[in-house]
């Protein structure tokens, strides 16, 4: 027999309900607010983006990325191997060579950032300062 509404018994299972329900929305939430706060750190998600047509190196993805500094180019790459969402492979030269490209974590994120692309296109203004 169920508890009926009003009793202490249903009143003390809501209250038991509630608190794991809520960490529950609390922890979803945090998860989210994280994911954004780090693709949302600017040219995060425009790099990883980029990679996913391939490996490319820092030169490649200086002229693939409108308006990224070098330094910024290379703090957002570090952040990005740092995350293991993508991998940096050097190649012994003559001449040396580096390059960036997506893990299988770095992957897993590419169907979520196409469909923010696309919600973007569909219901954000284009920059007008941009040249894409």
């Excluded at 809501?14 to 809520?22: D, I």
């Excluded at 607010?33 to 790099?47: D, E, H, I, Q, T």
Aim: charged share 20%; aromatic share 6%.
């Amino acid at each position: 027999m169920a508890d009926q509404p009003g009793t202490a018994a249903a009143q003390a299972a809501a209250a038991v309900a509630e608190p794991v329900a809520h960490a529950a929305c609390v922890r979803a939430d945090a998860a989210l607010g994280r994911a954004f706060a780090f693709l949302g750190k600017r040219w995060n998600a425009v790099l990883l983006r980029a990679l996913h047509g391939g490996p490319a190196g820092f030169r490649e993805l200086a002229r693939e990325v409108y308006g990224i500094s070098d330094s910024v180019l290379s703090d957002r790459l570090g952040d990005l191997v740092g995350a293991g969402l993508i991998a940096r492979t050097v190649s012994e030269g003559p001449p040396v060579s580096v390059s960036y490209a997506l893990t299988a974590r770095g992957e897993a994120l590419m169907p979520a950032l196409a469909e923010i692309s696309r919600w973007a296109a569909e219901h954000l203004p284009a920059d007008p300062d941009s040249p894409c």
